[in-house]
């Protein structure tokens, strides 16, 4: 147990990494994709999801990330499947 303890107390939190959701600009959008790629799912909980969620969405399926959100956007639904449903299927993202 003491060394469990010693273990914790060295351990460092997460860094955490921010990116704008709407990616206006190149960069904006390169380094979403950057916080995309260091996970394995991303679940967003903050909509409107029409306005917060393409961009983020997109860049899952483009590389291989599961995504989910809560949305009830029927719209947004719509069209991100029209949009990327053949994409995640191809890098294996589960959207």
Known sequence: VV???????????????????VGTTDEQVETLKQVVQQTKVVLTCSGPFEKYGQTLLKLCAE????????????????TMI???DLTAQQSG???
């Open 3 to 21: 060394h469990e303890l010693a273990l914790a107390a060295k351990l460092q939190p997460p860094t955490i990494l921010q990116a704008d959701l």
């Open 82 to 84: 029209s949009e990327h």
């Open 93 to 95: 993202a589960v959207i």
């Open 63 to 78: 590389c291989g990330i599961h995504y989910a959100d809560i949305t009830g956007e029927s719209d947004f639904v719509r």
